[in-house]
């Protein structure tokens, strides 16, 4: 099992830009979620989804939509890129009934 | 507001050392509590404590909660370098959310 992936590691973007961060579970697990994490502020929730079908905003959704293409697959999706999005985001997962989230590897993202 | 702290920020030790971390809470709605160690990349997964007073312990690494008091502690005895690394806690609250603290950057010098 691969766990949660993520794609890409790393990416540079333009003020304005817009990408999407892919993220996607092997696990069968029904919740996913989108986190941010900047220094000092430890891993904040931008958006999460608890089922196939549903999505919801987290502490931080300013800037961000969802999609919850499948089971296995969320994608994060910044319409127009600015310097402050500049961050670490991870995504993770867990099943029904648990508690315990598990994180994919981060994608590092610089917006110039 | 709910809100986890976490404390200290940072941590300079040596091998051998033992070394506590600490955590604590303001949920509503609280559920658990779990300490993840972030090393380069993902936030992998320790303990999850629910109880009070019942202590979990994986290999060196032991954890207790307090929920009178509202805190956990992360305990860690005779540290070694390859525990370098962010150790992060979470509370859980309602049925699907995790709020983190910022952190604990322990670094274990030879």
């Known amino acids: 099992n691969a766990g949660v992936t993520q794609t890409p590691k790393f990416q540079v973007l333009k003020t304005g830009q817009s990408m999407t961060l892919q993220c996607a579970q092997d696990?069968?697990?029904?919740?996913m979620y989108w986190y941010r994490q900047d220094p000092g502020m430890g891993l904040r929730l931008i958006y999460y989804?608890?089922?196939?079908?549903?999505?919801d905003k987290g502490e931080v959704p300013n800037g961000y939509n969802v999609s919850r293409l499948n089971k296995r697959e969320f994608s994060l999706r910044l319409e127009s890129a600015a310097p402050s999005q500049t961050s670490v985001y991870f995504c993770?997962?867990?099943?029904?009934?648990?508690?315990?989230?598990?994180f994919g590897p981060g994608t590092r993202l610089l917006v110039l | 507001e709910d809100k986890v702290v976490q404390s200290p920020l940072s941590l300079v030790v040596h091998e051998g050392d033992t070394v506590t971390l600490n955590c604590s809470y303001e949920v509503t709605n609280f559920r658990s509590l779990l300490w993840y160690k972030q090393e380069k990349k993902a936030p992998t997964f320790l303990f999850m404590l629910t109880s009070s007073g019942i202590e979990k312990k994986s290999g060196r690494l032991s954890s207790i909660l307090d929920k009178k008091e509202l805190f956990s502690i992360l305990n860690i005895t005779a540290t070694q370098t390859g525990d370098s690394a962010i150790y992060l806690c979470a509370a859980v609250y309602n049925t699907d959310k995790l709020i983190f603290g910022t952190g604990t950057r322990l670094q274990v010098f030879p």
């Open positions: 993770a997962s867990k099943t029904s009934g648990q508690e315990t989230q598990y």
């Open positions: 696990m069968n697990h029904n919740s």
């Open positions: 989804s608890a089922s196939e079908g549903t999505t």
